[in-house]
């Protein structure tokens, strides 16, 4: 009877190492995405004042999604919202000359169109980083 409940022990423990095994290494996926660019006052046309950039989360088999977003501008300034694939506002904001923006965002994985729109002027210069990369 004791060998019986050893060999039955023994195989649940096997079960419930595999099913960790295969979480951390098997089901978890890797995502990362980027949009940059620079805004070149030189080349500023008033059709082209608003700059729309996606990026397509394809993956959400992981604990977090991490945003890192920096503007940096040595000239003018803008203003930009990042949309959610569900088109809610998840950050908005100013950025002016001389000034460095850079933030870190933790939010849950949200598979879609995520989208970023940068309204410049015709004195804005700079450059932008948009990064969505899974996090455990």
Same mark, same amino acid.
């Not at 977090?64 to 920096?70: A, D, P, R, V």
């Not at 506002?89 to 970023?116: C, D, F, H, M």
């Not at 940068?118 to 948009?130: F, K, R, S, V």
């Given at each position: 009877? &004791?060998? &019986? ?23 978890? @996926? ?28 394809? &993956?959400?088999?992981?604990? &977090? ?20 694939? /569900? ?18 965002? @933790? ?9 970023? @729109? ?6 804005? /210069? ?11």
């Amino acid at each position: 009877m &004791k060998k &019986k409940w050893a060999i039955l022990l023994s195989v649940v423990c096997l079960v419930v190492l595999g099913g960790i095994v295969y979480y951390s290494f098997y089901y978890k @996926e890797h995502f990362y995405g980027s949009v940059g660019g620079v805004f070149l006052a030189e080349e500023y046309e008033e059709k082209y004042k608003d700059v729309v950039r996606d990026i397509n989360v394809h &993956k959400t088999r992981y604990d &977090k999604l991490l945003i890192t977003h920096e503007i940096d501008l040595d000239g003018g300034s803008l203003t930009f919202e990042l949309y959610d694939p /569900n088109n809610r506002l998840i950050k908005s904001g100013k950025v002016t000359n001389g000034q460095i923006y850079a933030e870190k965002l @933790e939010l849950p994985p949200i598979k879609g169109e995520w989208r970023v @729109e940068y309204h410049t002027n015709a004195q804005t /210069n700079g450059q932008y980083n948009l990064t969505l990369e899974s996090s455990d």
